[in-house]
């Protein structure tokens, strides 16, 4: 959450700044803000609100300098508004600081400065921090640089932070703990951002800072320590990004155009990785531990909103294919528990960004118990596959809508390549199921792209629902993790209450709200719980509800009952999810759109969720 972005050189520093707010947007829209340093000093503009009424407020301001750091706000401590917006200054103004993260132990601070005299302006926690270390500053007697060290050791929390420093304008200091941080290096000029995607247009050679990392900054030099004081020897990697996956290439939004990638993701996901007429799955990522899957008790999936989705479908495919046990944990509620983990049991960590803090707690704590940790996550030198003893990308591509869609289908695939990685491994599976498997597998992308050609039809039906103020999504086997996900893809976009149940639950309490103005959405496709479903569907035909079916190609029997029909390809039920997804993706998107929604920023959410 919050977008930072930091800029040290010899070009003008606005324009680059502020594009790089424009870019990380998806990380908070709640306000925004710019320090920049020129001859003239230091000037602050922030605004409540979007990028665009930053730009608007400082169209007439003096922009001008080489050096300035921004932030794009999704607010934890105080309100969105101009007050609370960063950047913020220490008491005596010569110190800004912009900040992602949370300081949990702000209020006891926050007393005792303002016992030394400290006057606060903001309801924030990051003024705090910078109030912290001007005093520190000015007690020890010290340089910039050591008191940031000396009162990061202070505070308890996460935070990724810039600072600038009025009276030192040639260097910017950043540090980081539990939240993102990248270092673009240039010739001659350094970049910072919360995540790639503000430098790739600059340089492609980065530095991820690691967490308890400090950095001091300057156009022509950089110098890496730790907390501890141990001067570091960072590593520069090459990004695979490219600048023309951040535009929206002529879509109206960027969640509409992510949705339409699927096919290419898919593919991409799989290159390399399976081979149809041999019959066999082949994971560098994972193969030192080849044994290890051999003789696990279990495995636990952690992971959070769209991942932990992914990660039930996984727990369908693991234990159907490779007979594992498999538990699914949210990783919020995982890691303040006391669960019994033990050196034979595999954790699989699923995170689009990679830094999910919940989820990156729950790695910390599961290792700390002797369990094997793989990740898979779609950012390269992200945390999670870092912190993981093995895992296996997505190769997604960079996800700039907000509500997840290729991410999610990608984190799947993995999983159904994992899932038959694992039983080719054990002997679970035939090799002539595994031949079978996997060449209809190698054919989704195409059945997929078959499938975004219903969008006209499911543009209709979104017309017909999109005034209902609640939603039920229903499904059996695994197609209850899709209805999951499409109850959360419609109620994170359009505003619309949506709940997903495995359709038998209906009649335990949730058939208590279907009448004429209820819309139900049934996965209901052909597949071993087909009859099953088709039960369900007459029940809540007999109470009026209306029906919204995803079915098999061709099928008859649903559509006597339905209100409306969605057709995908057939498939093996194994893949269901990948193929039901995408017309619930669909109608979310056009539900949303006709709301007036905005859908690649819906109000209140951010993209990734370093923050607790």
């Known amino acids: 959450m919050c977008g930072i972005v930091g800029y040290i050189g010899y070009r003008e520093a606005w324009p680059i700044v502020l594009k790089g707010l424009k870019r990380l947007e998806y990380r908070g829209y709640d306000s925004a803000g710019i320090a920049i340093i020129n001859e003239g000093g230091q000037n602050i503009y922030k605004k409540v609100g979007k990028v665009a009424a930053l730009e608007e407020f400082a169209e007439s301001q003096d922009k001008t300098g080489t050096i300035a750091m921004g ?47 400290h006057e606060f302006k903001s309801d924030t926690d990051t003024e705090v921090l910078i109030h ?18 000396l009162a990061l050791k202070e505070v308890t929390g996460a935070y990724a932070i810039v600072i600038m420093d009025r009276e030192n304008p040639d260097q910017l200091i950043a540090a980081r703990k539990g939240s993102p941080m990248v270092i673009g290096v240039g010739k001659g000029e350094y970049f910072i951002a919360s995540d790639a995607t503000p430098i790739i247009e600059y340089t492609k050679n980065v530095i991820y800072l690691n967490d308890h990392e400090i950095a001091l900054v300057t156009k022509d030099d950089l110098l890496v320590k730790r907390l501890d004081n141990v001067v570091q020897s960072p590593l520069i990697q090459e990004l695979e990004l490219k600048l023309e996956m ?67 479908v996984g727990e369908y495919l693991i234990e159907e294919y490779a007979r594992i046990p498999v538990e699914v944990e949210y990783a919020s509620e995982f890691r303040y528990r006391n669960p019994i983990i033990t050196e034979k049991d595999v954790v699989i960590a699923i995170s689009q960004s990679g830094e999910t803090a919940d989820t990156m707690a729950a790695i910390e704590m599961a290792k700390e118990r002797g369990a094997t940790i793989f990740g898979i996550c779609n950012v390269a030198g992200a945390s999670i596959p870092r912190l993981s003893h093995a895992g296996v990308y997505t190769h997604a591509g960079p996800e700039i809508g907000v509500a997840s869609t290729k991410a999610f289908t990608a984190q799947v695939t993995v999983l159904t390549l994992m899932a038959f990685y694992m039983a080719q491994q ?85 058939i208590a709200l279907i009448d004429e103005e209820m819309p139900v959405v049934f996965i209901a496709t052909q597949n071993s719980s087909y009859e099953k479903v088709i039960s369900n569907i007459q029940e809540v035909k007999a109470r009026k509800g209306k029906v919204i079916a995803i079915v098999t190609k061709g099928d008859t029997e649903v559509k006597k009952m339905a209100d409306y029909c969605i057709e995908i390809p057939d498939a093996d039920e194994a893949f269901l999810p990948l193929l039901a997804t995408i017309p619930l993706q669909l109608l979310s998107y056009h539900i949303a759109v006709m709301r007036g929604c905005n859908v690649d920023q819906p109000r209140n959410l951010a993209k990734s969720v370093t923050v607790e």
């Open 71 to 117: 932030h794009t706000r999704w607010a934890t401590h105080g309100v969105p508004s101009d007050r609370n917006s960063h950047p913020h200054t220490s008491n005596n103004n010569k110190l800004s600081i912009i900040h992602n993260g949370i300081i949990e132990n702000y209020a006891t601070l926050k007393e005792e400065l303002i016992s030394r005299g």
């Open 132 to 149: 912290l270390i001007e005093e520190i500053q000015k007690i020890e007697q010290t340089d910039l640089l050591e008191a940031v060290r």
């Open 246 to 312: 951040l535009e929206k290439g002529g879509f109206d939004h960027f969640m509409l155009k992510e949705i339409y990638e699927q096919p290419r993701s898919i593919r991409d996901c799989m290159r390399g990785r399976i081979y149809p007429e041999e019959g066999k799955v082949q994971l560098g990522g994972i193969k030192e531990f080849v044994e290890k899957l051999k003789n696990i008790d279990r495995i636990i999936i952690v992971a959070c909103g769209t991942s932990w989705h992914a990660g039930l």
């Open 426 to 510: 054990k002997g679970t599976i035939t090799q002539s199921k595994l031949i079978s498997l996997l060449t209809e597998l190698d054919s989704i992308p195409d059945k997929i792209q078959i499938a975004l050609e219903s969008n006209d039809i499911i543009k209709e039906v979104a017309a017909k629902i999109k005034d209902s103020r609640n939603c039920l999504f229903l499904g059996r086997g695994s197609g209850f993790p899709v209805a999951l996900e499409g109850a959360l893809k419609l109620k994170e976009i359009s505003y619309i209450h949506a709940e997903g149940y495995p359709a038998a639950e209906m009649k335990h309490g949730p």
